[in-house]
Nanobody, 125 residues
Framework: QVQLVESGGGLVQAGGSLRLSCATSGRTFSPYTMGWFRQAPGKEREFVAA????????AYADSVKGRFTISRDNAINTVYLQMNSLKPEDTAVYYC??????????????????WGQGTQVTVSS
């Protein structure tokens, strides 16, 4: 079993930045592909970014490319999402997820086994 705990969400003005963190515990973290997803009210959960377990391969949704950066530190079992140039449409609950079965980043939430509780990000205009 893997436990995921997100932090770093909050309220920020458009154009600002936030860094989300996802701390993991339980079974070993390193072999897992990690992803970030988000869900806005009334909308489906959508893929944001993912990173391979070595950190050498990343994937991003088109809507965040060039603004968001995913990274990980396997020494402390943590994955990050640096979010810059935030827009009101980035407002959502952001979820961290772990995929124990594939080595390459996947964009489908169905591929992920474990999920955090989510952290709210609100971007004001």
């Amino acid at each position: 079993q893997v436990q995921l705990v997100e932090s770093g969400g909050g309220l920020v003005q458009a154009g600002g930045s936030l860094r989300l963190s996802c701390a993991t515990s339980g079974r070993t973290f390193s072999p897992y592909t990690m992803g970030w997803f988000r869900q806005a009210p009334g909308k489906e959960r959508e893929f944001v970014a993912a990173i391979s377990w070595r950190g050498t391969i990343t994937a991003y949704a088109d809507s965040v490319k060039g603004r968001f950066t995913i990274s990980r530190d396997n020494a402390i079992n943590t994955v990050y999402l640096q979010m810059n140039s935030l827009k009101p449409e980035d407002t959502a609950v952001y979820y961290c997820a772990a995929d124990s079965r594939t080595s390459s980043p996947r964009s489908s939430w169905l591929e992920y086994d474990y999920w955090g509780q989510g952290t709210q990000v609100t971007v004001s205009s």
